[in-house]
């Protein structure tokens, strides 16, 4: 017999108080296994299943989160816009909205870069230049992360928006990347930095991510190993992504 004739048989002959019961009884034990019944099948490991992210079996669960951000977004990406180390959101999400393209990047040697500096102190790019800024998951790689956020305030133009995303629960068994990863942060962390920048409040942060899609995330499955409503869902306790959009007041 399966469970749904299970369901049904006990909901016939058991009375109403009784079968709500073992129902609400049933709901906990489904949720919260007794002590010593957990199953953890393949996530009883010691190294994750994709050690980058989730790449290696398709997209990450922060880049999903991430573009999705960015989509609602998309029509703050026009008129001359920066992007960080390439031109991918730019292209993808503004189109024919953006009028000119630029890519910052720290170091000589990008092809694509048209500004090389480094964001904590880059005197040669002009105040007011810029419509839009996308700066995605950088400011976890650094560390004066104030002076940075400062540069991103002066470039923009007034009215000028700046859409970032950055780490909040994250892997970092990456070698290559984990020897430049400064900070995780809270959506508390993320809010006190944009009040310095942006003092009369023009920004928003939240948040993106669960128990279930954090734990999906350190051990690097991909974001289709997930339903959607499990993807969707958001617990405030759980950031895998945070994302702020600020925007610069007319004001400067």
């Not at 709901?27 to 010691?46: A, E, I, K, N, S």
């Not at 816009?81 to 910052?104: F, I, N």
């Not at 995605?136 to 928006?161: D, S, V």
Request: include cysteine.
């Amino acid at each position: 017999m399966n469970k749904e004739r299970i369901k049904q048989f006990s909901q016939r002959i058991l009375p109403a108080p009784v079968y709500r019961w073992l129902k609400d009884r049933w709901h906990v034990y489904q949720c919260r296994p007794p002590l010593g019944m957990t199953r953890w099948g393949d996530l009883r490991r010691l190294e994750p299943i994709d050690s980058r992210w989730g790449f290696s079996r398709g997209q990450p669960i922060d880049r999903y989160y991430i573009e999705k951000f960015l989509a609602r977004h998309a029509g703050d990406i026009r008129g001359r816009v920066l992007e960080m180390a390439d031109r991918r959101y730019t292209e993808r999400y503004g189109g024919d909205r953006v009028t000119r393209s630029d890519v910052l990047h720290v170091e000589e040697g990008n092809p694509e870069a048209t500004i090389v500096a480094d964001l904590t102190d880059a005197p040669q790019i002009p105040d007011e230049s810029f419509d839009c800024f996308i700066l995605t998951q950088t400011l976890q790689f650094i560390y004066e992360t104030r002076p940075a956020l400062k540069t991103a305030h002066r470039i923009l133009k007034p009215g000028g928006i700046l859409l970032v995303t950055i780490s909040g629960i994250s892997p970092m068994s990456d070698p290559e990347w984990s020897r430049g990863w400064f900070w995780n942060f809270t959506t508390l962390s993320a809010r006190r930095l944009f009040e310095e920048v942006f003092p009369d409040g023009s920004f928003e942060v939240e948040s993106f991510g669960n128990i279930l899609s954090a734990i999906a995330f350190l051990q690097g499955l991909a974001s289709r190993e997930l339903r959607g409503e499990e993807l969707e869902y958001r617990h405030p306790g759980f950031p895998v992504t945070i994302a702020v959009r600020a925007v610069k007041s007319n004001a400067g």
